[in-house]
Structures are given as structure tokens and as C-alpha cells.
């Protein structure tokens, strides 16, 4: 073993990661290929040496598998750093994300905001049948509002709790809501039971609002407020009361029940068309802070 081969010692030398192994074309495959595998469990790139050991076909798939692992171990050190270069996420990966968390349109939400909106004709056959006077159809015609306006209560709530929030509940419950209080409005005025004026009021409000925050949804939502939640409510006991054929003192309490959901109809639609103000001003002055600060 004292004589040593030149091509031996060049093996070495490349087992070592230096590149005397390109002179070694002649060697065995077996050196090339302990070689190679020196030079992989080394730790070093075994490119160089599977340059020099392209005639051996043992060579050549040994250095062939000595490239994946350098290479497989020189991205997997770029992903760890962090640093650019290193495999990215599938272009329509985030599409695909938003595609998965989007809630169905066929959910309890959605289902009750379509329950409302089918309750509407059915209310106003109830509320005019035997010309309006009928305590019984009257009766169930309440029933029926009474129906929409938990549904009201809880579509919203099922859907921001339980994340069944979608584009098709965002523009069919508020058209719900107002379709069923202005069908009892409207008939409740034909009646001759409630003054004109309150239907217009309250129904002109209503549209006066949606249509404002439309207006201003570019620069932020308005939020409802509590002031907003509780006319609602009031709204609802109030003309309720009305659909009922009620006498007496429940007729005059239904009165001031109407009065109070008036004032709040008015009260709260003035809060919102200041918060739509303070929101539009707020939303020009940091558009012209951030032209300022892109120009300079």
C-alpha cells in the first residue's frame, strides 16, 4: 500500500472537495464512486467531480445524485434564511385561500333573508284581505311580520358569528328589511289606520340612509349604532301594534309607541348624516396626505 497510484491519490484529493479529480478520467468506477460519495457525506458540491467522471456510468449516477442533494439542501438553506430566490407559492394560491374561506350562498343566513323576502306578499294579501278589516286575516298578518322581524334579529347575527357573511346576504337582507316595513307602512296608510305623513318619514329615512351609505362607502362604513338598533326595535313593536286590530287603551298606547319610533326615526337619521360627513371629510384629508407625501 506504499505505492500508491497517482489516480488513487487524485481520487483522494477530490474526496477532500479539491479539483484534482478532473484528472482522473482513468480511474475505476469504484473510486470514482468513493469518491463521490467522500465528497457527499463531506458535505461539499460534487458538481467539479461528476465533471471528471462522465465515462464511468456508476460515476455519473452517483454524481447525478450528489447534484439533487446539494442542490435540494442549497434551496431548502435559502427557504430557512428567508432570503429571495427560494420557491414561492403558486401564483393562484391566495385565489384559491379566498375560494375555500368564502362562505356559501347556500347557508341558515341567506335562507332566512329569502324567508322574508317571501313573507312580503304574503303579508299584504293577509293585511287586505276582507278589505283590511278582518281581525282574524289581520291576525295572521301579523304573525307573518312578527316572523320577519326575528328573522331581521337573527340572520345578521348567525352571520357575523358563524362567518356565513356573502355579497348575495350583503345587498338582500337591508332590501329585505325595508320590503317588509314599508309593505305594512303602505298598507297600514291605506288603510286609513296610520297618517300619511309617518309613512313617509320613517320610509323616506329608511331609503335616505341606504342610499347615503352608498355614497360615502368608498371613504369607510357607517357602523349601526345602538341609537340605530333600538329604533328598529321600536319600529317594529310599533307597527305591530298597528297590524293588530287593537281597541282601547292598547289602541292609545300603540300611539305613543309610533310616536316615540318616529323621534327616534328622526333623531338617529340625523346622527348618521353627521357621522357620513365627519367619514367623507376624513377620508378627503388623508387621500391629499398621501398625494402630498407621493409627490414628495
Known sequence: MTGVPASAAGG???????????????????????AMSGSVSGGASSGGASAGSGSVGSASLDSASGDGASVGSASSGVVEAGLPGG????RGAKVVAAAVNQASVWNIANFLTMLRLLLVPGFVALMLADGGYDPAMRSFAWAAFAIAMITDLFDGHLARTYDLVTDFGKIADPIADKAIMGAALI?????????????????????????LRFVVIRYGVIPASRGGKLKTLIQGVAVGMYVLALTGWLATLRFWVMAAAVILTVLTGIDYVRQAIVLRR??????????????A
Open 12 to 34: 483522494t484529493s477530490s474526496a477532500s472537495g479539491a479539483p484534482a479529480s478532473a484528472g482522473s478520467g482513468a480511474a475505476s468506477g469504484g473510486a470514482s464512486s468513493g
Open 87 to 90: 420557491p414561492r407559492p403558486a
Open 282 to 295: 376624513q377620508g378627503i384629508a388623508e387621500r391629499r396626505a398621501a398625494a402630498e407625501e407621493t409627490e
Open 187 to 211: 298598507c297600514l296608510s291605506s288603510l286609513g289606520d296610520l297618517p300619511w305623513w309617518v309613512t313617509v318619514v320613517i320610509l323616506g329615512r329608511e331609503l335616505g340612509i341606504t342610499l
